[in-house]
């Protein structure tokens, strides 16, 4: 197992190499460049050419790459090309706020979606297996955005007891409960997706189990039936969940995106889109590969978890 | 099944007495919190937020990128003087900015004018900042602003191996002198020395070099500043939190908090509805036109309508459309009227020309092309149009009434016989294009400075702008504007060419927007507007 861990995280170093190579090659191909994000009519040809230079995008492209890459392995992600923060602070200062919506929302969301799943398959058919898919559906279908300026509307705008954005209170004294109700919406929103998605697993994933024979021999033995549930279902009907979970990671990281756009939430998602937008080079390419590493480590986390549940399961080499 | 049951309600049960736990938290411990005047009475301190809709991207005052930017770092450091709402300068760091032959310009500072750890601001400062400027090195974006001035290169840069601005002269520790290469009005020089030279402590910053100084602590977070207010905390794309400089040499703030939050724009009316902020910027702090009668409607709040100034215009490729006939054509064929009218809801004006009405120098003389389906039709029939040929108007995303104005501009084309397709783009993209000319039709957004719009103009007209068009006439003008000083001159020289452009219609604007600025009536003495909104931050108070 320990041999198993250590051969994949050293496969996934050329992995991560050529994840950045291509966002590399595919973000020069992006029209347009930070520099042109400077250019008022005023602003002389000179004066755009010095600032290049002071970029290093005079360089040819492999250079360009080369020296990130460089500085990169001596624990450098250099500097914004907007703000000129160093960029490594500026992913470290977003990532606790981004680690907290989603990992509330992950563990808020499963919390509802494997006991419900789990009831909605005992009781197919039911007025609460109706109920829970509905509800599965809506929190699958229901666009993000929407459903945040929906909750915007009711708890801000109507009811007034709701912080519409940010994370903290300016001003004010910060503290647990005030960060706790900044971070009410923005989890409602992802929490709909996360257990809207998961709900639907748990139910079918349990509905399989519960027409295998073990478990009829089981009831056969006469154990009793919360034993049944309990034992010998639930837990084999979470081994494809665990699988499942590992992919949610980077599903919400996307999410985020979107939902901290809407709630001025501060975090890696803003980051992104604004990097985007301002062709911020250097803080691309640190996102990109935060991001490829949190997708690579929460498919090599959701493998080793996989060893862990299902004892069919050994990886021997 | 019994036991089955059970387990539902219980299940149920539980979640809904957290669910209520959890809204009934929150509904106590925040009541006052975020409605009508939350945040002053929250921590019992005097605060103003200030809703923008772009973030403050840097905070460097030798180049601010973007509007919020330039507003913010202009808090903490103060400019010479600034331009108000009626285009007039009001003295900020220096008292007094004087000419007696356009040439010899001399600043007197501000005695009283102190840097947050107590020293005075002095000539010696202003100096420093300048040549920090004209450093290559620093590569400011705005260096460019200082090229008047004798001793710098066209590009505003010292040339290498000079020590000192030749142009630049102290004279005692609160006054020094400047002298620009070429006769220029004053209001050229406070347009451009005046407004964007942000002096910086010499002391704080005199040991770093050239080349580090964007990128060092000082430029992140500034610790030394002597603006009205001091900076508290800065998070880029969210929220700048400024506190009162109490030793402010025009009179210490009354409000003590001064908060900028970065929103969507649809996020404007909501929070200024829920009192999360007191007020935007109208330019900065974009209100969808669709919220503008709701807030009009809202009660505790006053808006203000500004003047026209962030125009469309339309950049036309003169290798796509190479007629002046065609481009006329294009102008006629478009509905300006009933784009202000029905999309903009009267907020804005129409206009083909280069200057709105807020600009002194208009020619009312030139009328905006009226909308004449009819004379377009004819005019590409004349000039042998190609109906079969289709043109690529490439319009900016993100903002939602010029995305809906191209599609009215896009039917207008197509019902006078030119097809148009229209593709959205980013404004990198949108910029790129334009500058390596590969489009056919664009839409950009320009804000022209109303004082002096001599750079913008020469910009879009002189030969070897992106349209691709070129007029010997026109150089003439732009060559003769930059060396003018009077003013009556300089008015007649801006009617010659918003004449010409009117003919060979290189670059039609099509509509310039009204920016609606509101503020909760709780706030007194401040009022949105996009020029000179913050000169008297100070004397703002709140009820």
Known sequence: MFKYVIRRLLIAIPVLLGVTVINFIIMKMAPGNPVDMLISPQTPAAALEAKRIELGLDAPAYVQYWSWFTHLLRGDLGYSMVTYEPVGRMIFDRLGPTLLLMGTSLIIGVAIAIPLGILSARRQYSKLD?????????????????????????????????????????????????ILLHLIMPVIVLTANVAGRNIRYVRSSMLEILEQDYLRTARAKGLKETLVINRHAVRNALIPIVTVLGMEIPILFGGAVVIEQIFSWPGIGQLTMSSIMSRDYSTIMGLNLLAAVIVILANLLTDIAYALVDPRIKYSK | MKSRFFSTKKFLAVTLILALGVLSACGKSNTGNTGGNGAASESGKKTVNIGVTYSPNTLNPLYPVGLVSTY????????????????????????SIETADNKTFTIKLNENAKWTDGTPVTADDVIFTLKLMSNAKVASTYAYMFAILEGLDDTGYLPEGSEEISGVK??????????????????????????????????ALKDVAPENINKSEFMQKPTVTNGPFKLVEYSRDHFVQLEANKDYFKGAPKIEQLNFKVMQPTAISAQLQSGEIDMNIPSAGVIPIGDYDKIKGLKGLTTVEGPAIATQFMYINEKSVPDAKQRKAISYAIN???????????????????FTSYSPYLDASVKPDAYDPEKAKSLLQESGWDSGKTLTLTVLSGDSTLEQAANIMAENLKAAGVNVKIQMADLATLVDKIVKMEYDLGILTVSMTPVNPLPDVAYFLQTGNPNGYSNAKIDELLASLSAETDEAKIKQYYNEIQQIVAEDVPMPSIYATKALGAINDRVTGAKPKDFGMFINVNEWDVK
């Not at chain 1, 599965?136 to 009711?154: C, D, R, T």
């Open chain 1, 130 to 178: 109706y109920a829970a898919v509905t509800g599965s559906f809506l929190g699958i279908s229901i666009p993000n955005f929407f459903l945040g300026l929906g909750l915007i509307y009711v708890f801000s705008l109507w009811l007034k007891i709701l912080p519409s954005s940010g994370m903290s209170t300016l001003g004010g004294n910060g503290g647990f409960v005030d």
């Open chain 2, 170 to 203: 102290k004279v005692d520790d609160h006054t020094l002198t400047m002298t620009t290469k070429a006769p220029t009005t004053l209001t050229i020089f406070q347009d451009t020395i005046g407004r964007y030279l942000l002096t910086v402590p010499q002391s």
């Open chain 2, 72 to 95: 913010v770092t202009g808090l903490l450091f103060q400019p010479l003087v600034d331009i108000d709402e009626d285009l007039t300068f009001k003295p900020m760091l220096a008292d």
């Open chain 2, 336 to 354: 300006r009227e009933m784009i202000v009218n029905n999309l903009l809801k009267g907020s804005g004006e129409a206009v083909s020309g280069f």
